[in-house]
């Protein structure tokens, strides 16, 4: 009788420990999401009003000859709350060397990717930003200009993956914006690298983004 009590305390100790885990789990996970989104859309409130202002002043002229990364960094940057310039150094003092994606690019078995030549400031609110000018002339999909990345906690922290802690956004002539969930980003935030969920995040205020896809196709219906 003795060996079955001193099993069954054994049990009820573990027990009571994983029971206190899954609840802080349960507890933890949203108050971070609610940090996540709170951030990320703080950070992105604090780019679109920096390049509207940059766009007002600056004169930009979208060609190959007159517009590069160095020609918005000139002044974007003069518009934006920095704590630490980076410019294209390439360490993680301002961003992290190396994104990860959620999901391996299709057919090349690719999950991360060196951030390479983008032009990385550390801002006053921590985040680390990395833009670049992508086509001068702004004849990608849907007139896009370039783009910007942010790391919501910081280079030296991971997971430095598209859709967790790191997220992307576009630069047009005259505005940066999110991009459309209904476009080819569904796919990507769902079922590809984690990109384009930022959109998803302030509409609907979560990170589930599983619901994302049957949201949309829900939507299609009527």
Request: proline share 3%; glycine share 4%; aromatic share 12%.
């Amino acid at each position: 009788m003795y060996l079955r009590l001193k099993i069954s305390n054994k049990l009820l100790v573990i027990f009571t420990v994983l029971t206190i885990i899954i609840i802080i789990a349960l507890i933890a996970k949203p108050a971070y999401d609610k940090y996540v989104i709170y951030k990320t859309k703080q950070t992105y409130d604090i780019l679109r009003n920096s390049y509207a202002e940059t766009v007002k002043t600056a004169n930009y002229k979208w060609t190959n000859a007159d517009m590069n990364t160095d020609v918005l960094a000139r002044s974007f940057v003069k518009n934006l709350p920095v704590k630490r310039n980076c410019a294209y150094s390439s360490d993680d003092s301002c961003f992290p060397v190396k994104i990860n994606f959620q999901r391996p690019l299709e057919n090349l078995h690719i999950s991360s990717v060196l951030i390479g030549d983008y032009y990385k400031v550390e801002l006053n609110n921590n985040v680390g930003i990395a833009f670049k000018i992508l086509s001068p002339t702004c004849d990608q999909v849907r007139d896009r200009c370039g783009t910007v990345f942010i790391d919501i906690n910081g280079s030296k922290r991971g997971p430095n993956k598209f859709g967790e802690d790191l997220y992307d956004f576009g630069i047009y002539k005259t505005e940066l914006k999110t991009y459309l969930m209904e476009a080819n980003h569904m796919h990507r935030c769902v079922n590809g690298t984690g990109q384009g969920c930022a959109a998803y995040m302030f509409k609907y205020k979560n990170r589930n983004y599983k619901k994302y896809s049957k949201i949309i196709e829900r939507e299609r219906k009527f």
